[in-house]
């Protein structure tokens, strides 16, 4: 319940209305993210392209759109956006490989612990903030580089 | 050279020469005479050497010196010439005298000449005395060679005496060869260069009524002239006569055939037939002195000629009359034309080189004819005119028929009989190729006497031992397995009425027991009766080796089958464990979520209704109730979604469709899995005791292994009735792990006991199990390397024991893994 938590939205995508319910009951009693659900995965890629967006939860098992095409195509769109997939499905191998295909940030078994939950969606807004620091940081760098580039221009300018 | 005394004689008409003076004064002595007065004297002259002169007379000169002379031949005689007579004295002196001087000739000259004569004389007596030794020698010679003409003289005298006999004896014998020609069955009649008779025999007159004594000394032709008229053909006999008259005779090779056209037949009284032949006849310096006419009597020859023909013609079986010498047909019989596909008359003549289809057999039984004179049942093919082979027997014997060596045959057609052996030899050949390089072992036997009169080759491969080394006696039974002996004994000795079937084991020497499938038959004759037994017998080892492999890797096959029916189950149910899962975790995730959530909302709720209310909450009975009724629903939600969570979270575990293969697991977490999907059949009715020990993980395949718990687990269940105890016992010891599962159930008797793990088994009826439980845990066991063990008393108890390796992983090879 941090202050960084302010304003993070988060998507959260499953075909059962319950899932959706539950979970961003959850987050609203004791997060102050902002939840944006959806019970299709097309609708909430119309959102997530036109809204910033911080972290997607996604349903495995989905009818129209799986989760993973879902989250491939999240990727394609804002790759430094977090992605966590909640699946009750037992095989864990094809999980595994969805993984490390379309790059996960966290694999969730239903039924989940809304603690563990609430750790790893916290974990994921850092990391992402971190890297976004990182980002801001190397664009500083960047610029500060092209600064010094344009300094070191006028200096040889001002000496030639 | 010593001086010498000399005569000189003198003619009186010449002056006496000057070397005589000469000589003289040189020591010669020298004495002169009148060459008339000296002749007259006829005293030798008594001197070494006479010098003289030649007479008035020159003619008679060398006479007269010579007789006078000779009388003392040893005294050489030198002529003294004048000069005019030199020529004179040269022919002279080559005749009698040695030498010559001229008158006029010098000293020297003259002793040369002296000299030399009486050298020569000397010379010349030396010989005359060898010849005289020689003369001597020959007289004696003579006279001896005298001596042997008289003894010679003795001998011819009495040679002479000799010949005398001899011509006497000749004499007999020539009336002794009159005898003879007169005994001879042929008239014959010797002629002269002049073709005048000679000699005619007693036979003449007997054949041709002529007196002998008076057609001596006729021509030939005149008395021909009468002998032809009494032929019954006086023209064929003209013929002949002259054919053979014209012909120089020589011995004719074809005698036989000769015979037949040299046939004559006499019209006189006693009817003949005689064969002509003609003669020449040499002397000893092969001068021609003659020929011999001979009227040859054949009459009797004919007679047994017919007979023969007849005898041969009338028998049926052929037959053969050769000459030896160029194998000519003779005579040969109308079947044997037939035999051969020639007619009787175009026989004749052939040789029966061509006859013989091998020329080679002709040779070989012509060598036989001259070593023992007779081939007595030989078979051998014969060419018949048309080219096609005949086999024959041949009995063939020489003889002398006429003067000449001939063969006589007789033939006997057993080319039928030689095919049908020919053909029942292909057979029995091809019947003996098939059984000596078949491994099938045939025998035949008699039925009676149980003699064994055949055995295939196939004996020794099969039993090992070659038949025809086995002693006579041997008894078979002794390569027969002993317990198979009943068997065979019938088989060898008993009664077989009909076909029969066995198997047996027999003791290879080398290759130990090996199965052996035979048929034994018996073999009827027409009427019906058996007179044989035949076998056939095969070595089956390999074959029944091979059906109980097949058997086994059947059963293997079977039990592979129903494990990839239970893991397809199992594969199935996982899916279905896993789609359901999905399924139920959603909701079940929703509602625990939720619960969660409404937990720690009631929990805010409080504190809400704690700060912003003015009663104590507390103390709201109200409140309280309501709060009270709240915790409880909380708990039973929870318990009922973590149980709910828990059989779900035990289901995806227990199907394990991750871990087929091998893997660390905990063998307890199994047990436990197990346990939660059973837990409905077992609940009711028994009580479960676990004695787990501390276990490290351990690796197997879980899903494979949960399987054989949940098989073991339900069994267990199943076999109590009632109630009772399943006790659940793991240990690992030695580095085996064990899981007993023992139950109080109703025990499993001990004849099903040995069954229980053979595929299709089950005592659970038709429709309750499929009787693969068992054998399916047996085979996870293999695969772990263990076991599973089993002991059990009716109505007390089962216990299964499941027992493998802690450290499989190692054990395993990866490629399996």
Redesign the interface.
Same mark, same amino acid.
């Given at each position: 319940m941090s202050d960084d938590t302010k304003n993070d939205t988060i998507v959260l995508v &499953?075909d059962?209305e319950?899932?959706l319910?539950?979970?961003s009951?959850?987050f609203a009693?004791?997060t102050d993210y902002h939840i944006e659900v959806f019970t299709r995965a097309k609708d909430a890629l119309v959102y997530i392209e036109g809204n910033p967006v911080d972290l997607v939860i996604s &349903?495995?098992?989905m009818p129209e759109m799986d989760g993973i095409s879902f989250l491939a195509k999240v990727r394609e769109m804002k790759p430094e956006v977090p992605r966590i997939i909640?699946?009750?499905?037992?095989?864990?191998?094809n999980a595994i490989k969805a993984i490390n295909e379309v790059g996960l940030f966290q694999y969730i078994?239903?039924?989940? &612990?809304?603690?563990d939950?609430r750790i790893i969606v916290r974990n994921g807004l850092e990391k992402k903030k971190l890297m976004q620091r990182l980002q801001d940081k190397i664009n500083e760098i960047n610029k500060a580089y092209d600064e010094l580039q344009g300094l070191q221009i006028d200096i040889l300018k001002t000496f030639v | 050279m010593n001086k010498q005394s000399i005569l000189y004689l003198n003619n009186s008409l010449t002056v006496l020469p000057e070397f005589l003076d000469q000589l003289h004064e040189d020591g010669w002595q020298v004495e002169i005479s009148n060459i008339t007065h000296w002749q007259k004297s006829q005293s030798a002259p008594l001197c070494d050497i006479v010098i003289t002169e030649l007479l008035a007379n020159d003619d008679l000169a060398d006479v007269l010196i010579s007789e006078k002379l000779l009388l003392n031949p040893e005294v050489p005689v030198v002529l003294c010439l004048p000069q005019e007579k030199l020529e004179f004295a040269q022919k002279l002196s080559f005749g009698v005298f040695a030498d010559f001087v001229l008158s006029t000739c010098r000293k020297d000259e003259v002793v040369f000449r002296i000299n030399r004569a009486i050298e020569y004389k000397k010379l010349c007596f030396r010989m005359m005395g060898e010849k005289e030794k020689n003369q001597q020698l020959n007289t004696f010679e003579l006279a001896h060679a005298n001596i042997s003409l008289l003894g010679m003289k003795e001998t011819l005298e009495q040679k002479n005496v000799e010949l005398e006999d001899i011509l006497k004896e000749l004499s007999n014998n020539r009336d002794a060869m009159r005898a003879l020609i007169d005994s001879s069955t042929s008239a014959m009649i010797l002629v002269d260069n002049e073709d005048k008779i000679l000699v005619a025999n007693k036979r003449v007159s007997e054949f041709f009524r002529l007196n002998v004594t008076k057609i001596t000394g006729k021509p030939i032709t005149e008395i021909m002239k009468s002998v032809r008229t009494k032929f019954q053909n006086p023209d064929l006999f003209d013929k002949l006569h002259r054919k053979l008259g014209v012909e120089p005779d020589k011995p004719d090779a074809d005698f036989m055939h000769e015979l037949n056209h040299r046939r004559l037949e006499l019209n006189t009284k006693r009817s003949r037939i005689v064969a002509l032949f003609s003669i020449v006849v040499f002397n000893k310096a092969k001068q021609k002195i003659g020929r011999l006419w001979s009227f040859a009597d054949m009459t009797a020859w004919w007679q047994n000629d017919a007979l023969l023909h007849t005898i041969v013609d009338v028998s049926p079986m052929p037959f053969i009359v050769t000459r030896f010498e160029d194998g000519k047909i003779l005579y040969a019989n109308k079947p044997l034309g037939n035999l051969l596909g020639f007619d009787v008359e175009n026989l004749r003549g052939i040789k029966t080189v061509d006859v013989y289809e091998n020329p080679a057999d002709r040779d070989a039984i012509l060598k036989i004819l001259q070593e023992k004179g007779y081939v007595f049942g030989h078979e051998v093919k014969i060419k018949r005119h048309d080219g096609n082979p005949v086999w024959m027997i041949i009995s063939l014997a020489t003889t002398v028929l006429n003067n000449e060596k001939i063969i006589v045959g007789a033939l006997y057609d057993i080319d039928e009989r030689r095919k049908t052996e020919e053909a029942l030899r292909e057979s029995e050949t091809r019947f003996r190729q098939l059984m000596e390089n078949v491994d099938l072992l045939f025998f035949m036997r008699d039925y009676k006497s149980r003699k064994i009169i055949y055995v295939s080759p196939a004996f020794s491969k099969i039993f090992g031992h070659k038949f025809d080394e086995l002693p006579k006696d041997a008894d078979l039974l002794q390569f027969i397995h002993p317990e198979d002996r009943r068997i065979i004994r019938q088989g060898i000795h008993g009664d077989i009425t009909s076909k029969t079937d066995f198997e047996y084991r027999i003791i290879h020497p080398k290759d130990g027991i090996r199965w052996i499938k035979g048929t034994l038959f018996p073999i009827r004759t027409p009427e019906g009766d058996i007179y044989r037994i035949c076998g056939v017998s095969a070595d089956v080892t390999e074959r029944k080796n091979f059906l109980s492999d097949l058997e086994k890797s059947n059963a293997e096959l079977r039990t592979m089958q129903s494990q990839l029916v239970q893991s397809e189950k199992m594969a199935a149910l996982g899916n279905l464990v896993a789609g359901i899962a999905h399924e139920i975790n959603t909701p079940v995730g929703a509602i625990h979520s939720m619960h969660d959530t409404m937990s720690r909302a009631i929990l805010k709720l409080k504190e809400v209704l704690e700060t912003e209310c003015s009663e104590s909450v507390t103390e709201n009975k109200k409140i309280t109730r309501l709060m009270h009724v709240v915790d409880d629903a909380n708990k039973v939600i929870e318990s009922g979604s973590s149980r709910v969570t828990n059989i779900v979270k035990r289901l995806k575990s227990f199907a394990r469709l991750d871990e087929a293969e091998l893997k660390e697991v905990d063998i307890h977490e199994g047990l436990e899995d197990t346990l939660t999907l059973v837990h409905h059949e077992i609940k009711h009715k028994a009580e479960v005791v676990k004695n787990y020990a501390k276990l490290p993980l351990i690796a197997c395949y879980p899903g494979r292994l949960n399987q054989v718990f949940l098989n073991l687990l339900m069994n267990a269940s199943q076999a109590i009735s009632k109630k009772g105890v399943i006790t659940i016992t793991t240990e690992l010891k030695n580095n085996l792990v064990s899981v007993e599962i023992e139950d109080t159930g109703n025990g499993i008797p001990e004849k099903a006991l040995e069954k229980i793990f053979d595929p299709g088994y089950t005592t659970k009826g038709v429709g309750v199990g499929t009787g693969l439980g068992l054998s399916i845990c047996y085979q996870i066991m293999q695969d772990h390397l263990g076991k599973i063990e089993v002991c059990s008393e009716v109505g007390k108890g089962t216990c299964f024991k499941v027992i493998f390796p802690a450290n499989l992983d190692s054990l395993i090879p990866d490629k399996i893994k």
């Amino acid at each position: 319940m941090s202050d960084d938590t302010k304003n993070d939205t988060i998507v959260l995508v &499953d075909d059962e209305e319950m899932v959706l319910t539950s979970l961003s009951s959850f987050f609203a009693l004791e997060t102050d993210y902002h939840i944006e659900v959806f019970t299709r995965a097309k609708d909430a890629l119309v959102y997530i392209e036109g809204n910033p967006v911080d972290l997607v939860i996604s &349903d495995y098992l989905m009818p129209e759109m799986d989760g993973i095409s879902f989250l491939a195509k999240v990727r394609e769109m804002k790759p430094e956006v977090p992605r966590i997939i909640l699946t009750g499905y037992a095989d864990k191998e094809n999980a595994i490989k969805a993984i490390n295909e379309v790059g996960l940030f966290q694999y969730i078994e239903k039924p989940w &612990d809304n603690e563990d939950i609430r750790i790893i969606v916290r974990n994921g807004l850092e990391k992402k903030k971190l890297m976004q620091r990182l980002q801001d940081k190397i664009n500083e760098i960047n610029k500060a580089y092209d600064e010094l580039q344009g300094l070191q221009i006028d200096i040889l300018k001002t000496f030639v | 050279m010593n001086k010498q005394s000399i005569l000189y004689l003198n003619n009186s008409l010449t002056v006496l020469p000057e070397f005589l003076d000469q000589l003289h004064e040189d020591g010669w002595q020298v004495e002169i005479s009148n060459i008339t007065h000296w002749q007259k004297s006829q005293s030798a002259p008594l001197c070494d050497i006479v010098i003289t002169e030649l007479l008035a007379n020159d003619d008679l000169a060398d006479v007269l010196i010579s007789e006078k002379l000779l009388l003392n031949p040893e005294v050489p005689v030198v002529l003294c010439l004048p000069q005019e007579k030199l020529e004179f004295a040269q022919k002279l002196s080559f005749g009698v005298f040695a030498d010559f001087v001229l008158s006029t000739c010098r000293k020297d000259e003259v002793v040369f000449r002296i000299n030399r004569a009486i050298e020569y004389k000397k010379l010349c007596f030396r010989m005359m005395g060898e010849k005289e030794k020689n003369q001597q020698l020959n007289t004696f010679e003579l006279a001896h060679a005298n001596i042997s003409l008289l003894g010679m003289k003795e001998t011819l005298e009495q040679k002479n005496v000799e010949l005398e006999d001899i011509l006497k004896e000749l004499s007999n014998n020539r009336d002794a060869m009159r005898a003879l020609i007169d005994s001879s069955t042929s008239a014959m009649i010797l002629v002269d260069n002049e073709d005048k008779i000679l000699v005619a025999n007693k036979r003449v007159s007997e054949f041709f009524r002529l007196n002998v004594t008076k057609i001596t000394g006729k021509p030939i032709t005149e008395i021909m002239k009468s002998v032809r008229t009494k032929f019954q053909n006086p023209d064929l006999f003209d013929k002949l006569h002259r054919k053979l008259g014209v012909e120089p005779d020589k011995p004719d090779a074809d005698f036989m055939h000769e015979l037949n056209h040299r046939r004559l037949e006499l019209n006189t009284k006693r009817s003949r037939i005689v064969a002509l032949f003609s003669i020449v006849v040499f002397n000893k310096a092969k001068q021609k002195i003659g020929r011999l006419w001979s009227f040859a009597d054949m009459t009797a020859w004919w007679q047994n000629d017919a007979l023969l023909h007849t005898i041969v013609d009338v028998s049926p079986m052929p037959f053969i009359v050769t000459r030896f010498e160029d194998g000519k047909i003779l005579y040969a019989n109308k079947p044997l034309g037939n035999l051969l596909g020639f007619d009787v008359e175009n026989l004749r003549g052939i040789k029966t080189v061509d006859v013989y289809e091998n020329p080679a057999d002709r040779d070989a039984i012509l060598k036989i004819l001259q070593e023992k004179g007779y081939v007595f049942g030989h078979e051998v093919k014969i060419k018949r005119h048309d080219g096609n082979p005949v086999w024959m027997i041949i009995s063939l014997a020489t003889t002398v028929l006429n003067n000449e060596k001939i063969i006589v045959g007789a033939l006997y057609d057993i080319d039928e009989r030689r095919k049908t052996e020919e053909a029942l030899r292909e057979s029995e050949t091809r019947f003996r190729q098939l059984m000596e390089n078949v491994d099938l072992l045939f025998f035949m036997r008699d039925y009676k006497s149980r003699k064994i009169i055949y055995v295939s080759p196939a004996f020794s491969k099969i039993f090992g031992h070659k038949f025809d080394e086995l002693p006579k006696d041997a008894d078979l039974l002794q390569f027969i397995h002993p317990e198979d002996r009943r068997i065979i004994r019938q088989g060898i000795h008993g009664d077989i009425t009909s076909k029969t079937d066995f198997e047996y084991r027999i003791i290879h020497p080398k290759d130990g027991i090996r199965w052996i499938k035979g048929t034994l038959f018996p073999i009827r004759t027409p009427e019906g009766d058996i007179y044989r037994i035949c076998g056939v017998s095969a070595d089956v080892t390999e074959r029944k080796n091979f059906l109980s492999d097949l058997e086994k890797s059947n059963a293997e096959l079977r039990t592979m089958q129903s494990q990839l029916v239970q893991s397809e189950k199992m594969a199935a149910l996982g899916n279905l464990v896993a789609g359901i899962a999905h399924e139920i975790n959603t909701p079940v995730g929703a509602i625990h979520s939720m619960h969660d959530t409404m937990s720690r909302a009631i929990l805010k709720l409080k504190e809400v209704l704690e700060t912003e209310c003015s009663e104590s909450v507390t103390e709201n009975k109200k409140i309280t109730r309501l709060m009270h009724v709240v915790d409880d629903a909380n708990k039973v939600i929870e318990s009922g979604s973590s149980r709910v969570t828990n059989i779900v979270k035990r289901l995806k575990s227990f199907a394990r469709l991750d871990e087929a293969e091998l893997k660390e697991v905990d063998i307890h977490e199994g047990l436990e899995d197990t346990l939660t999907l059973v837990h409905h059949e077992i609940k009711h009715k028994a009580e479960v005791v676990k004695n787990y020990a501390k276990l490290p993980l351990i690796a197997c395949y879980p899903g494979r292994l949960n399987q054989v718990f949940l098989n073991l687990l339900m069994n267990a269940s199943q076999a109590i009735s009632k109630k009772g105890v399943i006790t659940i016992t793991t240990e690992l010891k030695n580095n085996l792990v064990s899981v007993e599962i023992e139950d109080t159930g109703n025990g499993i008797p001990e004849k099903a006991l040995e069954k229980i793990f053979d595929p299709g088994y089950t005592t659970k009826g038709v429709g309750v199990g499929t009787g693969l439980g068992l054998s399916i845990c047996y085979q996870i066991m293999q695969d772990h390397l263990g076991k599973i063990e089993v002991c059990s008393e009716v109505g007390k108890g089962t216990c299964f024991k499941v027992i493998f390796p802690a450290n499989l992983d190692s054990l395993i090879p990866d490629k399996i893994k």
